[in-house]
């Protein structure tokens, strides 16, 4: 048996990763308005990761015994003025990701709960990569962004990203 506070935070973050599929979703829907197909991609394949993220704590809590409930997901409520926009706060949003897997970790931590501890290593290995990538994203959009030609070299390495599932098996 898990122990009730580390599953019901899992619980919880299965909402928080769908939460942020649905931002990610909504970056790309203004990339895509924008012209900017690159970055739409970019950001449409992160939603799917969320999604991943998500599909793998539900896995987890299920081969765990633990019957999963489902919350209603919050709306994406940011406004962009510019470009720069939702590279900012995903970058934000990250790190705000990052704490949110961190205390999971210290509430199995303090139970000795070391199932979950391992399970949660490759989130917080995840989370390192999910941070690094936001920084990139806005330094190359300070370096390159505000050329017309260095914006659409920035849109085509963002064209070229392409989905593979992850790494955690279950
Ligand atoms: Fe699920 Fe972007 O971390």
Same mark, same amino acid.
């Given at each position: 048996?898990?122990? =009730? ?36 991609? &970019? ?9 991943? /993220? ?17 919350? =209603?997901?919050?709306?994406p ?15 934000? /949003? ?27 290593? &490759? ?6 990569e ?9 330094k190359?959009?300070? *370096? ?9 070299? *920035? ?12 790494s955690?098996?279950?």
């Open positions: 048996m898990l122990d =009730a506070k580390v599953s019901k935070l899992i619980n919880e973050q299965i909402n928080k990763e769908l939460y942020s599929a649905y931002l990610y979703l909504d970056f790309s829907i203004y990339y895509e308005e924008q012209g900017l197909d690159g970055f739409a991609n &970019w950001y449409m394949i992160q939603a799917q990761e969320e999604r991943d /993220h998500a599909m793998l704590m539900l896995k987890y809590l299920q081969n765990n015994g633990v019957r999963a409930t489902l919350d =209603a997901i919050a709306k409520d940011k406004e962009f003025s510019c470009l720069m926009d939702p590279l900012k706060f995903g970058f934000e /949003h990250e790190q705000y990701v990052t704490s949110l897997i961190n205390d999971i970790y210290a509430a199995a931590y303090d139970v000795k709960d070391f199932r979950s501890m391992q399970f949660l290593d &490759w989130f917080v290995k995840e989370q390192c999910e941070e690094k990538n936001a920084d990139d994203m806005i190359k959009m300070e *370096l390159f962004g505000n050329d017309s030609k260095g914006l659409y070299s *920035l849109d085509a390495e963002y064209a070229a990203r392409v989905y593979t599932a992850p955690l098996v279950l």
